[in-house]
């Protein structure tokens, strides 16, 4: 399999997501730079796809009582807390995921930023975005990161 794909498709994972496909790439060949682009456009697709399944998936799991009971009692009290600070939830929100996102470890990508996006109802299009920045700044983090260590390897 081109490296490239393989460093997209380890980008489209959880957890790993592109933390994993940009340092795979560079180091099987792929230019810094290339790998950073199509790496980072794999990990920012996989956004949307994700809160249709959650839709899709929570539609369906309401369906089911203690799955109901459950997730009601929790949305309410995260809803409750947020209609406090509502105004500073569009602004303040938004912020913090475009930095929880950018922070390059596991657990703190494109799959996770979307979960607390959806969780807390808010506004697709600016978390959409709040997460795809979060996304190109871990990206350029991890290939400055992959690169210099690489660099660092090849002095030594």
Partial sequence: MDSL???ML???????????GIP????????????????????IIIILPIFLFLDYLHKH?????????????FLKRIRTRKKKVERNYQTYGIIALTFFV??????????TGTLIAWLLNLKRRRSFLAIALGI???GII??????GIITLF???
């Fill in 5 to 7: 794909l393989a460093g």
């Fill in 61 to 73: 799991l309401l369906k089911i009582k203690p799955y109901k009971k459950t997730f009601d009692i």
């Fill in 142 to 147: 991890v290939t400055l990161a992959t690169t």
């Fill in 24 to 43: 795979f790439a560079i180091a099987h060949g792929i230019n810094p730079l290339t790998a950073f682009i199509f790496c980072t456009l794999a990990n």
């Fill in 10 to 20: 380890i980008s489209l994972l959880p957890i790993i997501e592109l933390r994993g």
């Fill in 136 to 138: 190109i700044i871990a």
């Fill in 154 to 156: 090849r002095l030594i």
């Fill in 102 to 111: 950018a922070i390059p470890l596991p657990i703190t990508g494109a799959w």
